[in-house]
């Protein structure tokens, strides 16, 4: 009976440990608005039209669906945060639930789906630059963008977390209002529309309905990014919680709005529209048009700003945690953020960006995250168990039982949609990553002896 208790105290140590030197500046704000950064990302200027394509006018109900999904794994997030708020994140919840081995799991599940989304959505910036380009200057054109533009963020990023907040800030509203123009231009004129809304597709009970119900569940993930930055956030037991709860909210209003002025303004063309937002500004003004364009760009700066503030704390918090090289776990000594991580991070970014292979890894970089919701969801309820708070008084949601188990039902739902290649990638990355634990172990093992 006493075995299993033993792991527990040293990751409790471990965690307790693995944020010395960090600084607690961050508040609710901040990590609102680092959360909304990361969710709201260039997808939701294309994806009102593959929504309306499988469901048609039901497409904003599909929304709040998603919505309901995902603010199940928030809640238990929000929970787990305020309980354990550490370096790493969801890979800090499931280390002191599970023990470090299920935390090595879910800390590979974490940085490596981030890694490869930053990637991609680095390279489609890269794209949409170099397309402006003559067509023999655009393969430099755009391996110029990819390191300029990740190699200026990071560097925002190694002069302070603070720095990096505020970058964070700019690029949120810098992304958000664009959004914020389609919806009120859009719901101002609404009534003038001569579009119908889109009729329901006849197939939408097959394959098709599933992808957009994966899209849809896509479009509302990103969180644990922010998250793993929580070694950084005032007063966390508080503000994690708060921030968390703050941005979906908000995300979930802004994404049934969208949808809904689209379908008004287009019709049954949403279901074609390559640009939906854009098309249908287009309608009004160009110069709204050239608004929706830029606003897609200045959403995945906005993305690749929040992913490089939170995505190098998980390498680092697996580097404190002796689970990978040590160099990644130290903090420079002026402006105390992880350097080598961050640096690391966005060369690895920077790296898949330019090999143009992300397209092809995109789904499984998601159905990634859907299994570290999983594990977040199991850990917010064993922390409860345990009675687990290392910052004060958690969040304890009086539900949480029925509420985590629709957070893993949703998700375990969401890998079934998914085809039986894209599960086995998921189940490789898995055994890699418990492969990867055992020779880290063995590793730290022959460096004490």
């Known amino acids: 009976m006493s075995s299993p208790a033993q792991p527990a105290v040293s990751v409790t140590a471990t965690t307790l440990d693995r944020d010395r030197g960090l600084l607690r500046v961050m508040g609710v704000p901040g990590l609102a608005l680092g959360i909304i950064g990361i969710v709201v990302g260039a997808g939701i200027f294309a994806l009102p039209a593959a929504m309306a394509g499988a469901v048609g006018a039901y497409a904003p109900l599909a929304f709040l669906g998603c919505a309901l999904a995902v603010g199940c794994v928030a809640l238990c997030f929000a929970e787990a945060g305020s309980r354990v708020p550490t370096s790493g994140g969801s890979y800090g919840y499931v280390a002191q639930a599970f023990g470090p081995a299920v935390g090595y799991v879910a800390g590979t599940l974490l940085w490596l789906g981030d890694v490869l989304a930053s990637g991609g959505v680095a390279a489609a910036l890269a794209t949409v630059g170099a397309a402006q380009a003559p067509g023999s200057a655009a393969?430099?054109?755009?391996?110029?963008?990819?390191?300029?533009?990740?190699?200026?963020?990071?560097?925002?990023?190694?002069?302070?977390?603070?720095?990096?907040?505020?970058?964070?800030?700019?690029?949120?509203?810098?992304?958000?209002?664009?959004?914020?123009?389609?919806?009120?231009?859009?719901?101002?004129?609404?009534?003038?529309?001569t579009g119908a809304s889109p009729a329901l597709p006849g197939h939408a009970s097959g394959s098709t309905l599933g992808r957009a119900l994966i899209l849809g569940v896509f479009s509302f993930m990103g969180m644990e990014t922010s998250l793993a930055a929580s070694g950084e956030v005032r007063l966390p037991n508080r503000t994690i919680p708060r921030a968390l709860l703050l941005a979906l909210a908000?995300?979930?209003?802004?994404?049934?709005?969208?949808?809904?002025?689209?379908?008004?303004?287009?019709?049954?063309a949403l279901a074609q529209a390559a640009a939906p937002l854009a098309d249908a500004m287009g309608r009004v003004n160009p110069a709204l048009r050239a608004l929706m364009l830029a606003g897609t760009a200045i959403s995945m700066l906005g993305f690749l700003a929040s992913d490089l503030l939170g995505s190098p704390r998980v390498l680092f918090a697996l580097a404190r945690d002796g689970?990978?090289?040590?160099?990644?776990?130290?903090?420079?000594?002026?402006?105390?953020?992880?350097?080598?991580?961050?640096?690391?991070?966005?060369?690895?970014?920077?790296?898949?960006?330019?090999?143009?292979?992300?397209?092809?890894?995109?789904?499984?970089?998601?159905?990634?995250?859907?299994?570290?919701?999983?594990?977040?969801?199991?850990?917010?309820?064993?922390?409860?168990?345990?009675?687990?708070?290392?910052?004060?008084?958690?969040?304890?949601?009086?539900?949480?039982?029925?509420?985590?188990?629709?957070?893993?039902?949703?998700?375990?739902?969401?890998?079934?949609?998914?085809?039986?290649?894209?599960?086995?990638?998921?189940?490789?990355?898995?055994?890699?990553?418990?492969?990867?634990?055992?020779?880290?172990?063995?590793?730290?093992?022959?460096?004490?002896?």
Do not use: D
């Open 323 to 449: 689970l990978l090289p040590r160099a990644l776990g130290r903090l420079h000594p002026r402006t105390h953020v992880p350097h080598v991580a961050i640096l690391l991070y966005a060369t690895l970014a920077a790296l898949l960006a330019l090999s143009g292979t992300f397209v092809e890894l995109a789904v499984l970089a998601s159905l990634a995250t859907a299994g570290l919701y999983i594990l977040g969801c199991a850990a917010a309820w064993q922390l409860r168990q345990r009675s687990v708070a290392l910052a004060g008084p958690p969040l304890a949601l009086r539900a949480l039982g029925p509420v985590a188990l629709a957070g893993i039902v949703s998700m375990l739902v969401l890998i079934a949609l998914a085809s039986w290649t894209e599960r086995l990638g998921l189940l490789i990355v898995v055994v890699l990553a418990m492969i990867g634990y055992r020779l880290a172990r063995r590793s730290q093992a022959g460096a004490t002896q």
């Open 139 to 193: 393969p430099l054109v755009r391996a110029v963008l990819i390191i300029g533009v990740i190699g200026a963020i990071a560097l925002v990023n190694l002069r302070g977390v603070a720095q990096g907040t505020r970058l964070i800030a700019t690029a949120t509203v810098a992304k958000l209002l664009p959004l914020l123009v389609f919806v009120v231009v859009g719901a101002l004129i609404a009534h003038t529309a």
């Open 250 to 268: 908000l995300i979930t209003v802004l994404y049934v709005a969208i949808q809904l002025v689209a379908q008004r303004l287009l019709g049954a």
